[in-house]
Structures are given as C-alpha cells and as structure tokens.
C-alpha cells in the first residue's frame, strides 16, 4: 500500500484493516469472557469512534449499553499534557460496571483524568480497553485490562485516531515514516 500525505508529513501504513478486525475480533472475545454484569461501555470521542462501533457490534454481554464523552488532550504530535473536562455523560453512573473503550494509550495522562472523573460518580467497577498501547510513553501505574496491540514510540493515525483533526477516516492505521 502507498504512502500517505497529511499536513505536508508522509505515513506508511502500520496495521492493515484486516489486522486491526482481527485485534478487534479478539478483544470483543476476551470481554465477552470477563462476564461483566450490565456492562456501561464508555466510548472517548473522537478517537474512539471507529474502534467503538466494531467492537460493540461483536459485544454479547446481556443488557449492554454504550455512551459517548469527549476529552481532548492532544495538539499536533505532540502531548500538551493538558485536558479538559468530561462532557456528554447524561445518565446517572453510580453502581455501574464501567468499560472505557479508549483507541490509543499514550502518556496515560487522558486515562487518569477520565477515570478519576468517573470515580466521583461512585461507580461499581471501572475496566479499561484500548486498541493501542504506546509501554515506553505510559507515565502511570492504572492497570489497563484489554489491549488491542502494544506499538512502539511512534505517530499513528487513521482508523479514528487523527493528525491535527485530519486522517480519521483512514481505514488502516499509519505510523509517521521517518
Ligand atoms: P495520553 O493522554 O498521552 O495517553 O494521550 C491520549 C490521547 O492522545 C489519545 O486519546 C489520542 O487522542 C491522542 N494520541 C496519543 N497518541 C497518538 C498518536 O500516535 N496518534 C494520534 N493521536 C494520539
Ligand atoms: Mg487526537
């Protein structure tokens, strides 16, 4: 597959779509297996929104339900480590078994903010599942329960995760070519 031009920078395709079903595949199975009682999915906007969509159509825990909310951390390549309030969550959340469905970990600084935010509202349980894991850049210690695929260090974009708001309708993820 060729390279891509965003924002004057080239990406190389890093995961095909058909990788990135099959990671999927195999998350939806190991949270299926976890039989987690009314399972509350909590998709973060906007980067999740693609992962969000295919794995909730492979999810067959009973009474599943899924909400929306949005933080946003990220300028550029670069983290600001800033981040900004949780908005979206209408329901009330107290009890509920928590599923973050997050697309990229990175430093984890979003991570924390969203879950001590969600811990305000006295929640059961909280569980955390990401498509992508960046080890070298996470700063924290949150135990984070299902990983889709741990990547080096590097950019990526596409399937949901974009550059400077651009490329998140790629259907493969790309990684910045050096
Ligand atoms: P963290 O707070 O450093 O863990 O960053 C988390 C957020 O930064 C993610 O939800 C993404 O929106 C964004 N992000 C981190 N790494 C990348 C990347 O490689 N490409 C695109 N966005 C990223
Ligand atoms: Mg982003």
Do not use: C, W
Not at 58 to 71: G, Q, R, Y
Not at 83 to 109: C, F
Not at 116 to 139: G, N, Q, R
Request: charged share 25%.
């Amino acid at each position: 597959m060729k390279p891509i031009t965003l924002h004057n920078k080239t990406f190389e395709v890093f995961i095909p779509e058909t990788e990135i079903a099959a990671i999927v595949h195999s998350m939806a199975h190991n949270i299926n297996n976890a039989r987690i009682k009314d399972p509350l999915f909590i998709s973060v906007l906007n980067g999740s929104f693609m992962f969000s969509s295919d794995i909730m159509k492979k999810i067959t825990l009973p009474n599943t339900e899924i909400s929306f909310v949005k933080l946003s951390s990220y300028s550029g390549t670069q983290t600001t480590g800033e981040v900004s309030k949780l908005i979206g969550l209408g329901q009330d959340i107290r009890n509920r078994n928590i599923i973050i469905l997050e697309d990229i970990i990175d430093t984890g600084i979003t991570l924390e903010k969203i879950i001590s935010l969600l811990e305000k509202e006295e929640v059961a349980d909280i569980k955390v599942a990401t498509l992508l894991f960046k080890p070298e850049a996470y700063t924290k210690e949150i135990p984070i329960d299902f990983i889709g695929k741990s990547i080096p260090n590097d950019f990526v974009v596409g399937y949901g995760l974009d550059y400077d708001e651009i490329g998140r309708n790629l259907p493969h993820i790309f990684k910045l070519k050096n």
